[in-house]
């Protein structure tokens, strides 16, 4: 078993990366600060790496490093050149979504798009069964789970926390019915994906008592209404970060694990197509709230000013999430998986 520094002597008596009987680095031992020529708690270089602090953000992005001052591992992460995000791949098993609408409706259709951006690399699978799209007619909890039941059973039974996978993705549902969420936790799924934002009083119950993840949405109307959105004139920054003060003195109050919480600007919902560019040039800022961002900019019809069709909408979130992973967005939502991570890959190799 060795720390970083075991490892730098072991460097003086061959070969830096030579093979050795068994390297274990120890990035953390509680409060534990523990300084010998064998072993050093906490891995000097823990901060420094961004293969290190993505995972560990996931686990507790308020975590503050023993030795190293008040910043927390999102702060850390914040100052490297860029910051890994973990990909959410979208399943829309709804017969309504603007680009693609009752495409994957049932598990046999679903399953071999589903092990697609696993191949990839998703480390988030998020399936929702009703449209938010402007227009959209809402549906209620009975219905939204008569379509998402078929899916997500074999969905949870194949990636879920009892399957037998070694490495599997985590299962997401994006919906804003309690009912719909409490029956898709006893399922066993990982994350609630609320495009109602967080703000109702049962919603806030399942997300104290249940230790999933919880991502909160900011929006004005569900579905979303193209004629109400943030004022022309102000900042969609500021209000989103307005919103977001509120929602987290509440949410404190309510006992909930802030850990375990990410906001969701809502590019969108409730923006006109610049309010929504605006928020994406600044999405990093929402980080210094100390939770984790998520950015669902996939396919969205403010795009459509500057691209044709699908796969032109495809190339232009490409583009927009390459330089979100320069602003420390902790999640990407999209529909391209295999060619956003390819594109990511390429892209990162080159920026270190």
């Not at 987290?248 to 919902?269: Q, T």
């Not at 069709?309 to 999430?321: H, N, Y």
Request: charged letters at 25%.
């Amino acid at each position: 078993m060795e720390g970083s520094r075991g490892r730098a002597a072991r460097a003086e008596e061959g070969q830096r990366w030579s093979p050795r009987p068994i390297d274990i680095d120890i990035l953390l031992w509680g409060d534990e600060i523990i300084l010998t020529p064998e072993l050093t708690i906490p891995h000097r270089d823990l901060h420094l790496r961004g293969f290190v602090l993505t995972p560990l953000i996931s686990l507790q992005p308020r975590l503050t490093i023993p030795g190293r001052g008040p910043k927390t591992l999102l702060d850390w992460s914040t100052e490297l050149r860029h910051h890994i995000p973990l990909w959410m791949g979208i399943v829309n098993v709804t017969p309504d979504s603007f680009s693609d609408g009752g495409l994957h409706t049932d598990w046999n259709r679903v399953e071999p798009q589903v092990e697609e951006m696993v191949r990839a690399g998703a480390q988030i699978i998020d399936v929702g069964a009703e449209s938010t799209r402007p227009g959209a007619q809402p549906i209620g909890p009975e219905v939204e789970w008569s379509r998402l039941a078929p899916v997500l059973e074999p969905l949870v039974a194949k990636y879920g926390n009892s399957s037998q996978a070694l490495v599997r993705p985590l299962v997401s549902v994006d919906t804003y019915h309690p009912e719909v969420a409490e029956r898709a936790l006893e399922l066993g799924i990982d994350i609630v994906n609320d495009v109602s934002g967080l703000t109702s009083s049962r919603m806030i119950d399942l997300a104290r008592s249940s230790g999933a993840d919880w991502v909160a949405l900011h929006q004005l109307t569900l579905p979303v209404d193209p004629k109400v959105t943030l004022p022309p004139d102000c900042d969609p920054v500021d209000e989103v970060e307005k919103w977001l003060e509120e929602r987290l003195v509440a949410w404190e109050s309510a006992g909930l694990d802030l850990n375990r919480l990410i906001v969701d600007p809502g590019i969108g919902f409730g923006k006109n197509p610049l309010q929504s560019l605006e928020l994406l040039r600044h999405a990093g800022r929402f980080r210094r709230h100390g939770l984790r961002t998520l950015i669902g900019h996939s396919r969205k019809s403010f795009m459509k000013g500057f691209t044709s069709g699908v796969r032109d909408q495809d190339l232009a979130t490409i583009g927009a999430s390459l330089r979100l992973c320069e602003g420390a967005i902790d999640i990407l939502r999209v529909h391209n998986v295999p060619d956003h991570i390819s594109a990511y890959r390429g892209w990162s190799h080159l920026v270190g």
